[in-house]
């Protein structure tokens, strides 16, 4: 009601560009309180600046013949997908142990469910799954997660803690989880640091992200190294020995789990101390992949959705084909919100380009760029693979080509085809089904598919 009225009254001055940002306030009047509520941080400064004394203006004429209201201007703060907890205690830890509360965890189901991904990181997926699933400790611990930065290392991290968290109420002590960098965890002085079995007696999981920053600094890698050696094994299965009473999930003597984040690929491990690559090596070690096209653009869709974006599908894959890392994504899909809001109309593709241009996006890659990555892998020319030949080689990279270009630019089937020196879009249809087929059937088509995903393009 009232934000009709004042849309009414700031209507009368007879200018469109009212609509546009009027519409983008939300207004709550709570008693003497009316709260403006802006969609976020940008468009906050841009109002301040240009649109405060008219809007404050048009309160005054409607509050004319009564008390004007207090008004609170705040932004809206995006809520995050999962709240990291690092210990939540109802006792006091000694001196120089991390502490922070759990309020605001969500479902730890729901923390998976909105992990995006396809086939490709199927298996790291089910396997987080599976460790949030077991009892602590009885599932593939250590556990360690690779990837490149922006591939969703910290989202399953955060999952996987919220899962302890939540089963763990009730039905510990405290719920003890520490998930924090590796970096502060291993720096800060503990009183556990020359025994660390007293850390796990505090202490139910463990979960370290950035395991990169401990290159180079051997101190705190020897205290991982140690508070790992300390860190209480699950039963063994099939023992003669039965287990004793008191080592389900949460007492003292139970066993505990470790899960880690390492910023690159698996083989960058080796940049760490020997023993302390040997102890991360004897769990399970996952590599998450770089998202495809299609997962980018699911990405997107939902960002739009939670943020209330109107972006059509197209804008989407081109900001989709832009980037390769969610964090990228993310940071696009502020700025292009902050310049509707700011402008109070559609976003033309000049604007968008304009956009990409000046944010942190990479250029990506062309079908000829693509071709002659896969040219050098199969050790061809670049011009034989688009000639008529029917070579088999020459035919296989011609396929393993139309089908990296499809993945990764999501191109239509007819585009291929004029790119691939005007072949029908029928030629290319089969090519990528022959591709899929052969990425389940042969691993040589496997391997070389993967490589030029995760280290050419």
């Known amino acids: 009601m009232l934000k009709n009225e004042l849309r009414h009254i700031l209507n009368q001055d007879g200018t469109r560009e009212t609509e546009a940002w009027f519409e983008c306030l939300t ?153 924090q960098n590796a970096a502060r965890f291993c720096a800060e002085s503990t009183p556990w640091a020359r025994r660390p079995e007293l850390f796990w007696q505090q202490c139910d999981a463990l979960l370290l992200d950035d395991l990169q920053d401990l290159t180079g600094q051997t101190a705190w890698q020897q205290k991982l190294i140690a508070c790992m050696d300390a860190c209480p094994p699950a039963p063994r299965q099939n023992a003669d020995i039965p287990t004793p009473v008191g080592t389900e999930y949460g007492l003292s003597d139970g066993p505990r789990q470790m899960v880690f984040a ?49 972006l059509g599908r197209d804008q989407l894959l081109y900001l989709a084909q832009r980037c390769a890392q969610f964090r990228l994504l993310q940071g696009l899909l502020l700025k292009v919100a902050a310049f509707a809001a700011v402008h109070g109309r559609n976003l033309t593709p000049a604007d968008l380009e304009n956009i990409v241009r000046t944010g942190g996006a990479d250029r990506p890659p062309g079908c000829r760029e693509i071709l002659g990555e896969v040219a050098r892998g199969l050790n061809l020319r670049p011009e034989d693979i688009l000639g008529g030949k029917r070579r088999p080689d020459l035919v296989l990279a011609r396929q393993v080509a139309m089908y990296l270009c499809r993945q990764k630019l999501g191109l239509s089937y007819p585009e291929l085809g004029r790119a691939f020196g005007g072949r029908d879009h029928s030629t290319v249809i089969h090519a990528i089904k022959k591709i899929k087929k052969l990425l389940i059937s042969d691993k040589d088509v496997q391997r070389l598919v993967t490589q030029l995903e995760t280290t050419a393009l």
């Not at 009047?29 to 403006?36: A, C, G, H, I």
């Not at 209201?69 to 120089?96: C, F, L, N, T």
């Not at 399970?284 to 209330?308: F, S």
């Open 27 to 179: 207004l709550r009047q709570e008693n003497d309180t009316l709260r403006v509520v802006f969609p976020h941080t940008y468009f906050a400064a841009w109002f301040s600046r240009h649109k405060r004394n008219v809007f404050e203006e048009a309160l005054s004429r409607h509050f004319t013949d009564k008390s004007l209201p207090h008004v609170v201007y705040e932004y809206r703060v995006p809520a995050p997908k999962v709240i990291a907890p690092q210990i939540s205690s109802d006792r006091e830890y000694p001196e120089g142990e991390p502490q922070a509360g759990t309020d605001g965890v969500r479902d730890a189901e729901d923390n998976f469910a909105s992990f995006i991904s396809n086939a490709k990181n199927a298996f790291p997926l089910a396997a987080a799954r599976e460790i949030a699933e077991s009892g602590v400790g009885e599932a593939y611990n250590p556990f360690l997660l690779c990837g490149r930065s922006g591939t969703g290392k910290t989202h399953l991290l955060r999952a996987l803690a919220a899962s302890f968290e939540r089963r763990g109420s009730g039905k510990t002590v405290s719920g003890r989880i520490i998930c």
């Open 262 to 310: 390492h910023a690159g690929p698996a083989q960058a491990l080796k940049n760490l101390d020997e023993r302390l690559r040997s102890r991360l090596e004897s769990g399970l070690v996952v590599e998450l992949l770089e998202p495809d096209l299609d997962v980018r653009l699911r990405y997107l869709q939902a960002l739009c959705k939670e943020r209330r974006l109107n």
